[in-house]
């Protein structure tokens, strides 16, 4: 989207500037529309155009995507060391510690004990930065997860 304050000046001085933002701009949707349709063609699947995609590459050089499709109350996470297998996400299922909680007390098994505080969403462990960029996607994406409404547009919408 070009902005343009109320108070701007469209002169022989400042003609230039805009004609260069205009041209840049459908150069920049063409660009993060190849990006979704690449992150796409890796994961082999197809993304809408009103989806809201985010794509993170953790420290093994594991490729992550969050995929939140406008109204749906979950997002799918697709996971490069997880063969793209589509995984149903929800916030309330990302964990911190969670093996710990799940115990209760109990004492882990000892095949478990040096996963014991890692993060977790649902049965995939994560690391750190992947469970904070987790989170990070679903506040972003919070308002995409509300139930549809016609004319919708964006996160200022109520």
Same mark, same amino acid.
């Given at each position: 989207?070009?902005?343009?304050?109320?108070?701007?000046?469209?002169?022989?001085?400042?003609?230039?500037?805009?004609?260069?933002s205009?041209?840049?701009?459908?150069?920049?949707?063409?660009g993060?529309h190849?990006?979704?349709?690449?992150?796409?063609?890796?994961?082999?699947?197809?993304?809408?155009?009103?989806?809201?995609?985010?794509?993170?590459?953790?420290?093994?050089?594991?490729?992550?995507?969050?995929?939140?499709?406008r $109204?749906?109350? !979950?997002?799918?996470?697709?996971? *490069?060391d997880?063969?793209?297998?589509?995984? &149903?996400?929800? /916030? +309330?299922?990302?964990?911190f510690?969670?093996?710990?909680?799940?115990?209760?007390?109990?004492?882990l098994?000892?095949?478990?004990?040096?996963l014991?505080?890692a993060?977790?969403?649902?049965?995939?462990?994560?690391?750190i930065?992947?469970?904070?960029?987790? $989170?990070?996607? !679903?506040?972003?994406?919070?308002? *995409?997860?509300?139930?549809?409404?016609?004319? &919708?547009?964006? /996160? +200022?919408?109520?």
């Amino acid at each position: 989207m070009i902005r343009i304050s109320g108070e701007a000046t469209l002169d022989d001085r400042t003609l230039g500037h805009f004609v260069a933002s205009a041209r840049n701009y459908p150069g920049r949707y063409r660009g993060n529309h190849a990006i979704r349709t690449q992150l796409g063609e890796m994961a082999d699947v197809e993304f809408g155009p009103a989806d809201d995609v985010l794509h993170f590459v953790n420290d093994c050089f594991e490729d992550l995507i969050f995929w939140q499709r406008r $109204g749906e109350e !979950f997002a799918t996470l697709l996971h *490069s060391d997880l063969d793209w297998e589509p995984r &149903r996400i929800t /916030p +309330d299922v990302l964990r911190f510690g969670a093996l710990t909680a799940e115990f209760e007390g109990e004492e882990l098994p000892e095949s478990l004990q040096g996963l014991a505080g890692a993060p977790s969403i649902g049965d995939v462990i994560l690391d750190i930065a992947e469970a904070m960029w987790l $989170g990070a996607c !679903f506040s972003a994406t919070e308002w *995409s997860r509300r139930p549809s409404t016609a004319g &919708r547009t964006g /996160p +200022d919408l109520s």
